[in-house]
């Protein structure tokens, strides 16, 4: 028989450790989702917005402000630059996070970085560059910083009450809640932030036309802006393609695409092509890559090697041409395939009073100077109050000063030192602050030299409050401060553009790739439900026989196209791939043809639902849905300017898609539902929408459990009682066909 094991005895852990006992440990709770979003989600959500991916109207975000206070509390300023790792540790005091990350704000806001247009951290060390994807910077024990001059301009008076302070997350410090910025900050430097359900996206302006326009808005609230204010300036440089509705558009709202394409020269001797600037948006890597990818497939023939020539005097890749390549025609083609041009996406959200706004360059303007004029009143009255403290004082010396003889005798007489102070309140009618100010002053001050200097100091001081009082008084004169620090930051730190600005009618497009003379004749193009697609010329199809086509496929669509068309294919996955006619090669009826999802590399498993043919991207897009909603959008919604293959958000998707149309003009369409209703309606009910992804509006009502099945077009005298299907109204239910009217096809997905 084994031996028994001793008994383990039983250690009570309460006993042990009461304060190791978790109360609801390994407990599943039911809760309902809406407290569960309201009382963990929402405060998560709130925080991120509030305190972490947001700038607030001094340009700044949580981490940056930190990280640049605790570098000013340093005395950065001035001096020698220190080790980067020494501000990192030290702003630790303010910002939680680790220290990686703070070392990467530092890295963003650094001239090394080349990121901003007027950096805030005077950098010494590799910083790495915004242009590059691989190139990675030095950590922080490596690198030195300081405060860029620039930056005296953000704490400015911060010292004289400008603005709030609050505890640090362990309230041992105090920290300003934001910057009393002398300039608007918020649009001299990019400023990027991605939050829950939101994001921001500022690009940086030239300081000198932002501080011109603000002045001029400041002496007139109905001026234009963007009369000043032209377009972005980045610190990439590059080109900016101004086309004045798109720019205007965008700097009203703050929403919008702007075009930026990359600066290039040819090198004759060499026979090759030198980019040196890209839009902000990209990486050399990024374009490089693509190029490549190109260079694969066949679409850049011309090219005959690429590299990254990128050193210490800045950006430079460099494109080797074959003998014989126009280096203008080959850059448009590169403009149009590759990120060598591409889109800035403005958003401009920013936290104003705590509430997340999207605002125009104007509004900002306008919040910027509300927030300057209280931060000039606070300092106003900061200095008020203290020369009004400092004249009470002066006064109680003024009396003082009228008898030294008096007030010398009381201090003298008065035995106990504790009453010189009531003593000499009694003996001249002041105050006790004046009466300590009085009996602190120094036996050598008692001359007619220092009291005609501080009696002096009465009346210059009594000039000076009455100043202030004035200036605060007048909204004139606050504007004139303001204009004044406007006009000497302009001066001092302003600096030409770096971003060249060239008319998009002035460039020479080519529209179409005509660089390339691709021929234009007449096509039948074959789309069908599998994805496949061929097209065919007119003297093929009449030798052709029956259309060869995958087991189990069939044709979805036959259109009557020519070659120099554009292609719209919409997928079940609420996207819309872009490609031309040109790009397929002639096909015949006994082969398959062009798989599209891989031909225009769809993600993994999304399939093409309807192919669209245009060449003006004039007319609508209709979308039918199961819960019988339509959608109309206009076609142009789906034009670029830029060689974008792939757009997201093509339709709405609350509800599944049954069917998609494209038309030229308003017609007459039927549906059916599930219960066997039809319903005949005109397109020209529907109002069109310029937002892609709307969820459209309700045309036919469904009953619980049905949805629509199919939509085809109306033929005049199809139905032998039309009228029977019509309705004033929309929704409607629609009516049960007549036995003569079953006939026709249904076209769904």
């Given at each position: 028989?084994?031996?028994?094991?001793?008994?383990?005895?039983?250690?009570?852990?309460?006993?042990?450790?009461?304060?190791?006992?978790?109360?609801?440990?390994?407990?599943?709770?039911?809760?309902?989702?809406v407290?569960?979003?309201?009382?963990?989600y929402?405060?998560?959500?709130m925080s991120?917005?509030?305190?972490?991916?947001?700038?607030?109207?001094?340009?700044?975000?949580?981490?940056?402000?930190?990280?640049?206070?605790?570098m000013?509390?340093?005395?950065?300023?001035?001096?020698?630059?220190?080790?980067?790792?020494?501000?990192?540790?030290?702003?630790?005091?303010?910002?939680?996070?680790?220290?990686?990350?703070?070392?990467?704000?530092?890295?963003?806001?650094?001239?090394?970085?080349?990121?901003?247009?007027?950096?805030?951290?005077?950098?010494?060390?590799?910083?790495?560059k915004?242009?590059?994807?691989?190139?990675?910077?030095?950590?922080?024990?490596?690198?030195?910083?300081?405060?860029?001059?620039?930056?005296?301009?953000?704490?400015?008076?911060?010292?004289?009450?400008?603005?709030?302070?609050?505890?640090?997350?362990?309230?041992?410090?105090?920290?300003p809640?934001?910057l009393?910025?002398?300039?608007?900050?918020?649009?001299?430097?990019?400023?990027?932030?991605?939050?829950?359900?939101?994001?921001?996206?500022?690009?940086?302006?030239?300081?000198?036309?932002?501080?011109?326009?603000?002045?001029?808005?400041?002496?007139?609230?109905?001026?234009?802006?963007?009369?000043?204010?032209?377009?972005?300036?980045?610190?990439?440089?590059?080109?900016?393609?101004?086309?004045k509705?798109?720019?205007?558009?965008?700097?009203?709202?703050?929403?919008?695409?702007?075009?930026?394409?990359?600066?290039?020269?040819?090198?004759?001797?060499?026979?090759?092509?030198?980019?040196?600037?890209?839009?902000?948006?990209?990486?050399?890597?990024?374009?490089?890559?693509?190029?490549?990818?190109?260079?694969?497939?066949?679409?850049?023939?011309?090219?005959?090697?690429?590299?990254?020539?990128?050193?210490?005097?800045?950006?430079?890749?460099?494109?080797?041409?074959?003998?014989?390549?126009?280096?203008?025609?080959?850059?448009?083609?590169?403009?149009?395939?590759?990120?060598?041009?591409?889109?800035?996406?403005?958003?401009?959200?920013?936290?104003?009073?705590?509430?997340?706004?999207?605002?125009?360059?104007?509004?900002?303007?306008l919040?910027?100077?509300?927030f300057?004029?209280?931060?000039?009143?606070?300092?106003?009255?900061?200095?008020?109050?203290?020369?009004?403290?400092?004249?009470?004082?002066?006064?109680?010396?003024?009396?003082?000063?009228?008898?030294?003889?008096?007030?010398?005798?009381i201090?003298?007489?008065?035995?106990?030192?504790?009453?010189?102070?009531?003593?000499?309140?009694?003996?001249?009618?002041?105050?006790?602050?004046?009466?300590?100010?009085?009996?602190?002053?120094?036996?050598?001050?008692?001359?007619?030299?220092?009291?005609?200097?501080?009696?002096?100091?009465?009346?210059?001081?009594?000039?000076?409050?009455?100043?202030?009082?004035?200036?605060?008084?007048?909204?004139?004169?606050?504007?004139k401060?303001?204009?004044?620090?406007?006009?000497?930051?302009?001066?001092?730190?302003?600096?030409?553009?770096?971003s060249?600005?060239?008319?998009?009618?002035?460039?020479?497009?080519?529209?179409?790739?005509?660089?390339?003379?691709?021929?234009?004749?007449?096509?039948?193009?074959?789309?069908?439900?599998?994805?496949?697609?061929?097209?065919i010329?007119?003297?093929?199809?009449?030798?052709?026989?029956?259309?060869?086509?995958?087991?189990?496929?069939?044709?979805?669509?036959?259109?009557?196209?020519?070659?120099?068309?554009?292609?719209l294919?919409?997928?079940?996955?609420?996207?819309?791939?872009?490609?031309?006619?040109?790009?397929?090669?002639?096909?015949?009826?006994?082969?398959?043809?062009?798989?599209?999802?891989?031909?225009?590399?769809?993600?993994?498993?999304?399939?093409?639902?309807?192919?669209?043919?245009?060449?003006?991207?004039?007319g609508?897009?209709?979308?039918?849905?199961?819960?019988?909603?339509?959608?109309?959008?206009?076609?142009?919604?789906?034009?670029?300017?830029?060689?974008?293959?792939?757009?997201?958000?093509?339709?709405?998707?609350?509800?599944?898609?049954?069917?998609?149309?494209?038309?030229?003009?308003?017609?007459?369409l039927?549906?059916?539902?599930?219960?066997?209703?039809?319903?005949?309606?005109?397109?020209?009910?529907?109002?069109?929408?310029?937002?892609?992804?709307?969820q459209?509006?309700?045309?036919?009502?469904?009953?619980?459990?049905?949805?629509?099945?199919?939509?085809?077009?109306?033929?005049?005298?199809?139905?032998?009682?039309?009228?029977?299907?019509?309705?004033?109204?929309?929704?409607?239910?629609?009516?049960?066909?007549?036995?003569?009217?079953?006939?026709?096809?249904?076209?769904?997905?």
């Open positions: 028989m084994a031996p028994r094991k001793p008994k383990q005895p039983q250690i009570n852990h309460e006993e042990e450790n009461p304060n190791a006992h978790i109360l609801g440990a390994g407990e599943v709770a039911d809760q309902p989702i407290e569960t979003l309201e009382i963990n929402m405060p998560y959500a991120v917005i509030m305190s972490r991916a947001i700038p607030e109207i001094d340009g700044f975000k949580p981490s940056h402000r930190k990280l640049l206070y605790t000013y509390k340093m005395g950065l300023l001035t001096g020698p630059r220190i080790k980067s790792a020494n501000i990192v540790g030290r702003t630790m005091q303010l910002n939680p996070h680790g220290d990686a990350a703070i070392y990467d704000t530092m890295v963003r806001l650094s001239k090394g970085y080349e990121a901003l247009l007027y950096p805030y951290v005077d950098s010494k060390g590799n910083f790495g915004a242009y590059s994807r691989d190139m990675s910077w030095a950590a922080s024990r490596y690198t030195e910083a300081k405060l860029s001059p620039i930056a005296a301009e953000l704490f400015r008076e911060i010292d004289k009450d400008t603005v709030d302070f609050v505890d640090n997350y362990d309230a041992t410090m105090k920290e809640t934001l009393p910025v002398t300039y608007p900050s918020i649009l001299i430097n990019n400023n990027t932030g991605i939050a829950v359900g939101m994001a921001s996206n500022i690009c940086s302006f030239n300081l000198q036309e932002i501080c011109e326009a603000t002045t001029e808005l400041i002496k007139d609230s109905d001026y234009d802006v963007l009369e000043t204010i032209k377009a972005p300036d980045f610190p990439s440089g590059g080109q900016i393609v101004y086309d509705k798109t720019m205007t558009e965008a700097l009203s709202t703050g929403r919008g695409g702007i075009l930026v394409r990359s600066k290039y020269r040819y090198d004759k001797s060499n026979n090759c092509i030198d980019i040196y600037e890209i839009p902000p948006t990209t990486t050399a890597e990024a374009i490089i890559d693509k190029i490549i990818e190109k260079v694969k497939s066949g679409s850049f023939k011309e090219i005959s090697d690429i590299r990254d020539e990128t050193d210490k005097s800045g950006l430079k890749i460099t494109i080797d041409l074959k003998r014989g390549t126009d280096a203008e025609k080959l850059m448009k083609k590169l403009y149009k395939q590759t990120p060598l041009l591409d889109s800035f996406p403005c958003n401009f959200n920013v936290l104003i009073g705590g509430t997340p706004q999207v605002l125009g360059v104007r509004d900002l303007l919040e910027w100077i509300a300057r004029t209280e931060c000039v009143k606070r300092r106003i009255y900061f200095d008020l109050d203290k020369a009004q403290k400092k004249l009470h004082l002066l006064k109680g010396l003024e009396k003082i000063l009228l008898d030294i003889d008096k007030a010398i005798k201090v003298r007489e008065t035995p106990v030192e504790a009453e010189v102070v009531p003593n000499l309140m009694i003996g001249f009618g002041i105050d006790e602050i004046q009466a300590e100010y009085v009996a602190e002053i120094k036996l050598r001050h008692l001359n007619r030299e220092y009291i005609m200097k501080r009696l002096q100091d009465v009346e210059e001081l009594t000039k000076e409050i009455a100043e202030m009082e004035d200036t605060l008084s007048s909204k004139t004169k606050i504007k401060i303001i204009i004044a620090e406007l006009k000497e930051v302009s001066q001092k730190y302003g600096q030409l553009r770096k060249e600005i060239i008319y998009a009618n002035e460039i020479d497009d080519d529209d179409d790739e005509s660089f390339e003379d691709i021929p234009d004749y007449a096509l039948t193009i074959f789309f069908t439900k599998a994805g496949y697609f061929k097209k010329t007119p003297q093929s199809l009449r030798m052709s026989g029956e259309q060869k086509l995958k087991e189990g496929d069939e044709l979805s669509q036959i259109v009557e196209s020519s070659n120099a068309k554009e292609l294919f919409f997928t079940d996955k609420c996207q819309v791939y872009k490609a031309h006619v040109s790009d397929f090669e002639d096909s015949k009826a006994s082969v398959l043809g062009d798989y599209i999802p891989t031909a225009l590399e769809f993600d993994d498993g999304e399939q093409p639902l309807y192919m669209a043919v245009t060449d003006d991207f004039k609508y897009m209709l979308f039918f849905f199961e819960n019988g909603k339509v959608a109309k959008v206009d076609m142009n919604a789906y034009e670029t300017k830029t060689n974008r293959k792939k757009l997201i958000k093509a339709y709405g998707s609350k509800s599944p898609i049954v069917a998609a149309m494209y038309i030229r003009e308003d017609l007459e039927v549906l059916t539902s599930s219960s066997g209703r039809m319903l005949l309606f005109n397109t020209a009910v529907i109002s069109p929408k310029t937002t892609k992804d709307t459209g509006v309700g045309v036919m009502t469904m009953k619980k459990g049905q949805r629509l099945m199919g939509v085809r077009p109306y033929v005049e005298g199809e139905f032998s009682k039309p009228h029977r299907y019509r309705t004033k109204n929309l929704p409607a239910l629609g009516s049960m066909p007549l036995p003569e009217d079953t006939a026709g096809e249904q076209l769904t997905l």
